[in-house]
């Protein structure tokens, strides 16, 4: 028999916190069974190496509203967090970290805030209880320029305790360390994003799995997130925007290089310009043609998936709501 889908899911990755769940799961049934809301969580467990699944395993039969997935190996927290996504059912999906630094208490607050007409709630762990130099100040530091690129104006990205509407993660497609990023792909798509400050405690067991070389590979997802963002459906504005670029510079180099011949004297064959030019005007090109490659990639991956180049938020009063991918006609 089908069941009714809940209001809530929460969704929980974990790797190695075997000592943290099983008051996790008792902190999430206080703080919600208090709210009278439908609930579910989803723990996923990325793969961890001890004994985080048989406590999952016991918790799920113990507790009906918790369910656990398994990974046969470490995939990673973007893997987990996609994976509980897809398994969620609820009507508003949180993540929350399982290392208990998170506070589940503070879930009544961003769902209160999300009914307030958003799409997106944010945690903003203004007081955090981490290393300065290994953790808060590589975050503050990513935070700015992740902030600065997307130009969606939160304080913590790196803050796993969100708030979703369910149909905003909808389309999303997670990769590398994408998860953090999801406010901004979102307000990309025309939703609401707001953010309300959480509590953070420090970690009292198991081992931290973040790190500094963490933030470069944030910086690289970064500008696969801005590139996407700006470009994903007009790359020749990108790239050929660049060759242009290129070949005027390489261009100017050649003129450099004539005057010098001209008025000074200067051989051409033993003026480095005339290589720059030549070496400038190649690469302009290259980046021209590059953007047209990536043209047809972009037309092949949205005309063989029926894939649309926009969402509609809303039809009223219209017949064909087939016409428009997304649309909910009213």
Request: glycine share 8%.
């Amino acid at each position: 028999m089908e069941t009714k889908s809940p209001y809530l899911s929460v969704v929980i990755p974990v790797y190695n916190e075997e000592p943290n769940l099983r008051p996790l799961q008792e902190r999430i049934a206080a703080a919600l069974d208090a709210t009278g809301l439908d609930y579910e969580v989803v723990y996923v467990d990325d793969g961890s190496r001890d004994g985080s699944f048989r406590i999952l395993r016991e918790l799920a039969e113990a507790h009906p509203r918790a369910s656990a997935i398994r990974f046969r190996r470490n995939y990673g927290q973007t893997a987990a967090m996609s994976a509980g996504f897809d398994a969620a059912r609820g009507e508003v999906i949180i993540p929350l970290d399982a290392d208990l630094q998170n506070d589940p208490e503070d879930i009544p607050r961003l769902l209160q805030k999300l009914n307030e007409g958003y799409d997106v709630v944010s945690g903003w762990r203004q007081k955090r209880k981490d290393k300065a130099i290994t953790r808060r100040l590589p975050s503050l530091l990513a935070n700015a320029l992740i902030a600065r690129m997307t130009r969606v104006r939160i304080h913590d990205y790196g803050c796993t305790l969100k708030a979703y509407r369910a149909s905003i993660l909808k389309d999303v497609r997670l990769y590398g360390e994408m998860h953090r990023f999801i406010p901004a792909w979102a307000a990309m798509e025309g939703a609401r994003v707001t953010e309300v400050p959480v509590a953070h405690h420090p970690r009292v067991a198991g081992k931290t799995k973040y790190g500094l070389s963490r933030t470069f590979r944030v910086v690289l997802d970064l500008l696969v997130v801005r590139f996407l963002g700006g470009y994903g459906t007009k790359p020749i504005h990108l790239f050929g925007g660049l060759g242009i670029g290129l070949c005027a510079a390489g261009v100017l180099a050649g003129v450099a290089t004539l005057v010098e011949k001209l008025w000074v004297g200067t051989k051409a064959h033993n003026n480095p310009l005339l290589i720059l030019a030549v070496f400038l005007f190649i690469l302009g090109v290259q980046a021209v043609m590059m953007g047209l490659l990536a043209e047809l990639s972009i037309r092949i991956y949205h005309e063989a998936q029926g894939k649309p180049i926009y969402r509609v938020a809303e039809m009223v009063n219209f017949h064909a709501p087939e016409a428009a991918e997304g649309a909910r006609p009213r």
